[in-house]
C-alpha cells in the first residue's frame, strides 16, 4: 500500500492499494480518481500501515482511503467500519473527517 502523509493545518493521510495508484473510476455521478500528486507516497505493509493509521488518528488527521488491501487496513487499525465504505465500479473507498 501506498501511505502519503500530507502536513497542513490538519494532516492528511492518503492510502491506497498500489495497483489502483493512477486509476480513474466513474459510475453515475460520482467519480474516484487516484491522483498520483495526492495519493503516491511510501510503500508498507499492512501491518505498518495499520501503526501509521493508528498514530496519525491520535494525532486528528484526516484519511483518504481507497483499495480492498487499504480499507481492510483501516477497519483492522479502527478507523473506519463497514458502514463507513463506498463503492465505485466496485471499488472500495473510505473518507474520515474528524
Known sequence: MFVNI???YR???AVCDEEL???YFSEGNFQLEVKE???Y???YSEDE???IMKKMFKEDATFN???ENSVRAAIKAEIINEDCIKRI???PFALVLL
Do not use: A, D, H, Y
Request: proline share 0%; no cysteine.
Open 6 to 8: 500530507i502536513k497542513s
Open 11 to 13: 494532516n492528511i493521510v
Open 21 to 23: 495508484l493512477g486509476k
Open 37 to 39: 500528486s495526492f495519493f
Open 41 to 43: 507516497g511510501n510503500s
Open 49 to 51: 500501515t495499520i501503526l
Open 65 to 67: 482511503i481507497v483499495g
Open 89 to 91: 465500479q466496485n471499488i
